[in-house]
C-alpha cells in the first residue's frame, strides 16, 4: 500500500528565512510524488511533481522539491518564506502499481510565516 | 481550477436526510474523484469513477453512494446524513498526460446537525 508521512503539524518561519516541509512516503516501486497547497475556504492547487530525472524539481510561486530516493523523502523548499506562503501544504504519492491513478495524501502541515 | 465546479458550496442539513453533491467538469476527463476533509486526516478518498458507469470504493466509503451517467457529472450521495459526515468534501479530476496530477474543485462545506 502506498503512504505519505507528514511528521509535523505546524511550521512556524520567519519572513524572508528559508521554509521547508516535510514528507516521506512509502511505496513499493518508484514513486511518483506531489505536493499542493491549500489557502483558507479553497480548494486544492497543485505546486509540483517529481516522476523521474533530475531530483530537484522547481515549481510554482517559487518553490522547490527534492526527492531522496535512499530518505524516502520529498521535502518542500523556498529560499526565502513570504506571509502570503501561510496556508496548508499537502504531499501525495502514487506508486507505479496503484490501480486507477489513486493518489494518498498526507495530513497536511500547516505553515505559518510570521511578518 | 481546471474548470471543476461543484454545488452547492455550502450545505446544512439534518441528521437523517438524504443529501446529494454535485461536480461537474468540462474538459472531458476520464477520472473523477470524491474526497472528505476533516482536521488531523488530511484528504481520504471516498469514491472515485473512472469512466461513464464506471465507480469504485475508496478508503471511506461507507454511508456514500456515488454516480455518473455523464462524463461531465459525478455525483456523490448521503443516503441518511449522520453528524461524522459534517466535513468539506472536495471533488478532483485527472489531468490528461499529466502524469496522474489531480486538480481540484472548489469544495462544499457539509454541515450535518
Known amino acids: 500500500a502506498q503512504s505519505v508521512a507528514q511528521p509535523e503539524d505546524q511550521v512556524n518561519v520567519a519572513e524572508g528565512n528559508p521554509l521547508t516541509v516535510k514528507c516521506t512516503y512509502s511505496?513499493?516501486?518508484?514513486?511518483?510524488l506531489f505536493w499542493y497547497v491549500q489557502y483558507p475556504n479553497r480548494g486544492l492547487q497543485f505546486l509540483l511533481k517529481?516522476?523521474?530525472?533530475?531530483?530537484l524539481v522547481k515549481g510554482s510561486y517559487g518553490f522547490e522539491a527534492e526527492f531522496n530516493k535512499s530518505q524516502t523523502s520529498f521535502h518542500l523548499k523556498k529560499p526565502s518564506a513570504l506571509v502570503s506562503d501561510s496556508a496548508l501544504y499537502f504531499c501525495?504519492?502514487?506508486?507505479?502499481?496503484?490501480?486507477?491513478?489513486?493518489?494518498?495524501f498526507g495530513k497536511g502541515n500547516q505553515v505559518v510565516v510570521i511578518p | 481550477d481546471a474548470g471543476i465546479t461543484q454545488s452547492p458550496r455550502h450545505k446544512v442539513t439534518e441528521t437523517g436526510t438524504p443529501v446529494t453533491l454535485r461536480c461537474h467538469q468540462t474538459?472531458?476527463?476520464?477520472?473523477m474523484y470524491w474526497y472528505r476533509q476533516d482536521p488531523g486526516h488530511g484528504l481520504r478518498l471516498i469514491h472515485y469513477?473512472?469512466?461513464?458507469?464506471?465507480?469504485d470504493k475508496g478508503e471511506v466509503s461507507d454511508g456514500y453512494s456515488v454516480s455518473r451517467s455523464k462524463t461531465e457529472d459525478f455525483l456523490l450521495t448521503l443516503e441518511s446524513a449522520t453528524s461524522s459526515q459534517t466535513s468539506v468534501y472536495f471533488c478532483?479530476?485527472?489531468?490528461?498526460?499529466?502524469?496522474?496530477?489531480?486538480?481540484f474543485g472548489p469544495g462544499t462545506r457539509l454541515t450535518v446537525l
Open positions: 501525495a504519492v502514487r506508486g507505479p502499481t496503484e490501480g486507477n491513478n489513486r493518489l494518498a
Open positions: 474538459e472531458n476527463h476520464r477520472y
Open positions: 478532483a479530476i485527472k489531468g490528461q498526460g499529466e502524469g496522474y496530477t489531480q486538480y
Open positions: 469513477s473512472y469512466g461513464v458507469k464506471d465507480t
Open positions: 517529481y516522476i523521474t530525472g533530475d531530483n
Open positions: 511505496v513499493s516501486g518508484n514513486p511518483y
